[in-house]
């Protein structure tokens, strides 16, 4: 087995857990919207709402990060 062959699986393994994990934040995400819109009067449970949302968003731009930089490894260490 090769290096490259090597980087290659472990990339691949890497973007499947990032593609699962991404869709557990953006449903996190939307879950926290759905329940900051729909809640009218509360204000201590639409700051969780809100709290909810921001770290709904920073998973996700963690997780786009990770996703461009193991492309960027990919291109690097697996040219086409």
Same mark, same amino acid.
């Given at each position: 087995?090769?290096?490259? $062959?090597? @980087? /290659?699986?472990i990339?691949?393994?890497?973007?499947? %857990?990032?593609?699962?994990?991404? *869709? @557990?934040?953006?449903?996190?995400?939307?879950?926290?919207? $759905?329940?900051?819109?729909?809640? *009218? /009067?509360? *204000?201590?449970d #639409?700051?969780?709402? #809100?709290?909810?949302? /921001?770290?709904g968003?920073?998973?996700l731009f $963690?997780? @786009? *990060?990770?996703?461009g930089? %193991?492309?960027?490894?990919?291109g690097?260490?697996l040219?086409a």
């Open positions: 087995m090769t290096f490259s $062959v090597l @980087v /290659g699986q990339i691949s393994v890497i973007n499947v %857990l990032v593609a699962l994990l991404g *869709s @557990v934040a953006l449903a996190i995400f939307l879950w926290g919207a $759905v329940r900051f819109l729909y809640l *009218s /009067g509360d *204000s201590h #639409k700051q969780g709402q #809100k709290e909810l949302l /921001g770290w968003l920073v998973a $963690v997780l @786009v *990060s990770i996703f930089i %193991l492309q960027l490894l990919q690097i260490f040219p």
